[in-house]
């Protein structure tokens, strides 16, 4: 596609459930961020991939959050055993090469846990 | 601790008019600030952005004012439309190349 593509756009979870978001970024594209934007908030950086070397992943918030990127495209954010500060909209963008300043936002996942 | 500040939380403004959105910093150590436009279900949107060497940049309605001596740099949107209504977010970035966005502002411009 043409744009940052997110999965599933919303999802409720019971607290205590696993979750897994998708983010296929923009083709051929090396850097990946996850962001997390609470509700009235601005995003807050979560964790940086450069093809599938995770880079950073010092906005993690807690061993609950994991990320992967194992083929250097598709990439999976996955919080295990969910809680209700957890719901929140997780953004992925995506840059061809670099940092933050080249990149693409996709729409978002809302993620919801009750 | 919210490394940038940004006010106000909302703003209306009629058509034709010029929206201004503010945003202070405290770390110095910031190189880029960018702002963002985000419409309603959707990512943000990079719309423009300003180096701490460059006092003003100007792409057609959207106009980015920087005062380091301050920290301080603000939006301004001349001649708002009805379009331009979405919520606006300022960002800083750090030498480790870390951005942190403020809190945004929710613009609603009135025909």
């Known amino acids: 596609g043409a744009g940052v593509s997110q999965s599933p756009r919303y999802k409720v979870a019971k607290r205590g459930q696993d979750v897994a978001l998708r983010c296929d970024p923009i083709?051929?594209?090396?850097?990946l961020f996850w962001y997390q934007q609470a509700l009235g908030q601005g995003p807050e950086f979560l964790t940086y991939?450069?093809?599938?070397?995770?880079?950073?992943k010092s906005g993690l918030p807690s061993d609950r959050f994991f990320a992967e990127r194992p083929e250097g495209s598709v990439s999976t954010l996955k919080i295990q055993r969910t809680q209700q500060e957890d719901s929140a909209v997780y953004l992925c963008?995506?840059?061809?090469?670099?940092?933050?300043?080249?990149?693409?936002f996709g729409q978002g996942t809302r993620l919801t846990v009750v | 601790q919210q490394q940038v500040k940004q006010s106000p939380q909302s703003l209306i403004v009629q058509k034709g008019g010029i929206s201004i959105i503010n945003c202070a910093y405290e770390?110095?150590?910031?190189?880029?600030f960018p702002w963002y436009q985000q419409f309603p279900g959707k990512g943000p949107a990079l719309l423009i952005a300003?180096?701490?060497?460059?006092s003003e940049k100007k792409e057609g309605r959207f106009t980015i004012s920087f005062n380091k001596s301050a920290k301080q740099f603000s939006l301004h949107i001349m001649d708002s439309q009805p379009g331009d209504s979405a919520t606006y977010f300022c960002?800083?970035?750090?030498?480790?190349?870390?951005?942190?966005f403020g809190t945004g502002t929710s613009l609603t411009v009135i025909p």
């Open positions: 300003i180096r701490p060497d460059v």
């Open positions: 963008a995506s840059s061809l090469v670099g940092g933050l300043t080249e990149a693409f």
């Open positions: 991939f450069q093809n599938e070397a995770q880079l950073d």
């Open positions: 770390n110095t150590a910031f190189d880029y």
């Open positions: 083709s051929g594209h090396v850097s």
């Open positions: 960002a800083a970035r750090d030498t480790g190349n870390q951005f942190y």
